[in-house]
């Protein structure tokens, strides 16, 4: 197996840059999953690595080895794409073994390695079949097999879950998770979905316009996003910005002037910084006394079993907090929020950096 380092890297198509300048560094076993909005060059990166596109400039090394001008052929990686890639001709046995044959790979190690991949991906009743007799899912894990029987130094996943539908995309993301901690090798992962990031990775790279915006733990992403655009892209429903500075009476919503009650820690901070944009995630407002936060009217109510989702307007746009279940309030009803102590954030509102 082997770690993965990118250094100064950049890609250009004529005179459009994708990828400005990146430096990134994958260390061996580790699982990692770019995400990021389309466009923002997430793919052209894993391309890159694959050997699928040439660099424009900046070094690639795979374990110690430089890997620039080295053919997809010989990198010893193995991708799994979004649309599987099946040879529809072929019985799953044989797309799974295909690559072994062309190697040279005697007949028993093939056997051998194609079954334990079945079993692992729990595809051996399936083996005599061709993938068209195969459902989006079934296919999807024979596509991994035929990786997995390939024993390569790294596997790398273009957004292999989006022609899954919901319910199957939460258990073959499960299994591929399962599947890293079993096999013990290096894995990079793409994807646009946030949930798939934080419940998959080891790390995270966040990309915006072919720029790394943070890279770490998804628990570190999510409490402590470094920027305005990574607190707003992490976490479903959205975090919820407002404009927000310091007066005499201590903070107000810059639209509107209504009083915001902040924790010490973040109320010095505004006050060092004069203004700024406050964020808060849904599930961190909570529903208090009247006399204790901020009055709002209810817009919209979607109870979603587990929890509930309140949309209310203020300062100037809207805003949802998730609460617990057993609230149910009205459209139309006046319910008072206010943030929970120590879980908001705040950004600069001029370059969309954290406010430490």
Not at 143 to 168: C, H, Q, T, W, Y
Not at 248 to 255: P, R, V, Y
Not at 283 to 312: C, K, M, Q, W, Y
Request: aromatic fraction near 6%; charge should be neutral; glycine fraction near 8%.
């Amino acid at each position: 197996m082997a770690s993965i380092s990118i250094r100064s890297l950049v890609k250009r198509y004529g005179n459009f840059t994708v990828i400005p300048d990146l430096n990134l560094e994958i260390a061996d076993h580790e699982f990692v999953v770019f995400v990021g909005p389309s466009g923002c060059g997430k793919s052209t990166l894993l391309r890159i690595i694959a050997g699928l596109e040439p660099i424009s400039s900046g070094d690639l090394y795979i374990g110690d080895k430089r890997v620039n001008g080295v053919q997809a052929a010989q990198r010893d990686i193995a991708m799994v794409f979004q649309d599987y890639a099946l040879y529809p001709h072929m019985k799953v046995y044989d797309n799974m073994s295909f690559a072994l044959e062309l190697r040279g790979v005697p007949n028993a190690e093939i056997d051998a390695r194609v079954k334990r991949a079945a079993a692992l991906l729990h595809i051996e009743p399936y083996l005599d079949r061709k993938p068209k007799e195969l459902s989006g899912g079934q296919r999807q894990r024979v596509a991994m097999g035929r990786a997995i029987v390939r024993n390569p130094k790294a596997f790398l996943f273009d957004e292999p879950l989006s022609n899954l539908d919901a319910k199957l995309r939460g258990q073959v993301r499960a299994e591929i998770k399962a599947l890293s901690q079993e096999l013990k090798t290096t894995m990079v992962f793409v994807t646009h979905d946030q949930i798939e990031a934080m419940t998959m990775a080891d790390r995270i790279v966040v990309l915006q316009s072919g720029t790394i915006q943070q890279y770490d733990t998804p628990e570190i992403v999510y409490e402590r996003p470094a920027n305005q655009f990574v607190a707003g892209f992490i976490g479903s429903p959205a975090m919820n910005f407002f404009p927000v500075e310091w007066r005499a009476e201590g903070a107000i919503l810059s639209q509107g002037g209504t009083a915001v009650p902040l924790d010490g820690e973040t109320a010095n901070r505004l006050r060092r910084a004069g203004s700024a944009v406050l964020g808060i995630r849904p599930e961190h407002f909570a529903v208090v006394d009247a006399a204790d936060g901020i009055a709002v009217n209810v817009r919209l109510v979607e109870p979603l079993g587990s929890d509930t989702l309140i949309h209310f307007d203020l300062a100037g746009g809207s805003a949802i907090a998730r609460v617990d279940p057993a609230l149910r309030p009205k459209v139309g009803d006046r319910i008072t929020v206010r943030p929970q102590q120590g879980k908001t954030h705040l950004f600069d509102a001029a370059n969309g950096q954290v406010l430490r």
